[in-house]
Nanobody, 120 residues
Framework: QVQLVESGGGLVQAGGSLRLSCAASGRTSSSYDMGWFRRAPGKEREFVAAFGYRETGRYYADAVKGRFTISRDNAKNTVFLQMNSLKPEDTAVYYC?????????????WGQGTQVTVSS
């Protein structure tokens, strides 16, 4: 079992930045490919970013490419999502995930989510 706890969400004006953190714990948590999803109001959950298999690459949704950056501190078992140039359409609950990236990303564990609200 892997436990994931997100933090860092909040309210920010359009054009601003936020950094989300995800602390991972549990058996073999460090062996998973980490990622982020989000769910906007009235919409389905969507992929945001993830590491490739064994951190061979980083993958982003087109909507966030060039603005968001996923990173990882392996010593602290923590994953980050740096979000710059935020837009109102980035408003969503953001979820940290632990999974496997093959030809696409397959999350196996989910955090509880953290709210990000971007005002115009």
């Amino acid at each position: 079992q892997v436990q994931l706890v997100e933090s860092g969400g909040g309210l920010v004006q359009a054009g601003g930045s936020l950094r989300l953190s995800c602390a991972a714990s549990g058996r073999t948590s460090s062996s998973y490919d980490m990622g982020w999803f989000r769910r906007a109001p009235g919409k389905e959950r969507e992929f945001v970013a993830a590491f490739g298999y064994r951190e061979t690459g980083r993958y982003y949704a087109d909507a966030v490419k060039g603005r968001f950056t996923i990173s990882r501190d392996n010593a602290k078992n923590t994953v980050f999502l740096q979000m710059n140039s935020l837009k109102p359409e980035d408003t969503a609950v953001y979820y940290c995930t632990a999974g496997v990236y093959t030809t696409s990303y397959h999350p196996a564990y989910w955090g509880q989510g953290t709210q990000v609200t971007v005002s115009s």
